[in-house]
């Protein structure tokens, strides 16, 4: 009974447990998004698309604490913004094969590659939304290409000398400085804004983007890897923590609930989750355009 006991509650609180604990609710304001999106002149981007690189199956609960034990598909996904008459914006990375049998990853889609690097060399920006290696390491094996270097816009939590951001494989060539603030959030590109969230990891940030139709998209990176953390306010479980990199959870909860706000501020806001795959092929919640290759698997 003592070890059932033990068990009961090492699971409930490895994979259940979600407490928000205490926090101070993070500041964002929907007006002051759309005035920063709209303080650079010039064509905002209108349609997105996703590529699928790789994916494995992992329980509902190890993302999202309390969602059920049944296995959902993570998916390693960069992001494609279209910008009429310019180059496409893109945001998060794909991965090699090498790198997806380091992470576990259970299928690889080299035509979802394939498509990634073609708009890696082609962009007229790129941005991530943390330094883990599922989002920034794909762009960082890409940077000997002058091309890509030139539109790579990080901040200083994304660079070597930051301590998750140590751990990737760098170029040898020299890199370039950081661009991108970890204070306030900022206009990058003609409706495009960069919500700084150090606090999750060093280089965590979210992107905001009002797309010249109206439309109002949040690339929440980590923060909500699933459309169920930032639906239900869950961040990840406390096994992820013990075994992952730590995020530090409060943090975590006060982005959540700035979410919350934004989305009571603006119920149309899409919140984009970082590796939700099953998300984005909902009819209902789907963005305009997804651009799977033709093998991935069910």
């Not at 890696?120 to 943390?130: E, F, G, V, Y």
């Not at 409060?250 to 706000?261: D, F, P, S």
């Amino acid at each position: 009974m003592l070890f059932l006991l033990t068990g009961l509650v090492a699971f409930w609180y490895l994979l259940r447990e979600n407490s928000p604990g205490q926090f101070e609710p993070k500041q964002l304001d929907i007006a002051e998004l759309r005035s920063l999106a709209g303080s650079i002149p010039g064509q905002a981007p209108q349609g997105l698309s996703a590529g699928l690189i790789a994916i494995h199956k992992v329980p509902s609960d190890l993302i999202s604490p309390g969602s059920g034990m049944q296995r959902r598909i993570y998916g390693i996904m960069p992001f494609r913004l279209e910008v009429p008459g310019k180059p496409p914006i893109l945001i998060d990375g794909g991965i090699s094969r090498r790198l997806a049998r380091q992470l576990g990853m259970s299928w690889y889609g080299d035509a979802g590659q394939k498509k990634f690097v073609q708009t890696a060399q082609r962009a007229s920006l790129i941005l991530a939304t943390n330094e883990r290696p599922e989002h920034l390491q794909g762009l960082l094996e890409l940077a000997g290409e002058q091309s890509v270097i030139k539109q790579l816009r990080l901040n200083p939590g994304q660079l070597p000398s930051a301590r998750l951001a140590a751990k990737l494989h760098w170029p040898t060539q020299p890199f370039v400085p950081a661009e991108l603030s970890t204070g306030k959030p900022q206009a990058v590109a003609p409706g495009v804004v960069v919500i700084p969230a150090p606090g999750v990891t060093p280089g965590s940030q979210m992107i905001y983007v009002r797309e010249a139709g109206g439309r109002e998209l949040l690339f929440a990176g980590d923060i909500a890897q699933f459309a169920d953390n930032a639906i239900h306010q869950r961040a990840r479980s406390h096994l992820l923590d013990l075994y992952g990199d730590a995020e530090n959870r409060a943090e975590v909860q006060a982005w959540l609930a700035a979410i919350g706000r934004l989305t009571a501020q603006a119920p149309n806001l899409v919140v984009v989750p970082a590796h939700d795959k099953l998300w984005l092929l909902d009819s209902g919640a789907r963005p305009n355009l997804i651009d799977w290759p033709d093998d991935v698997p069910e």
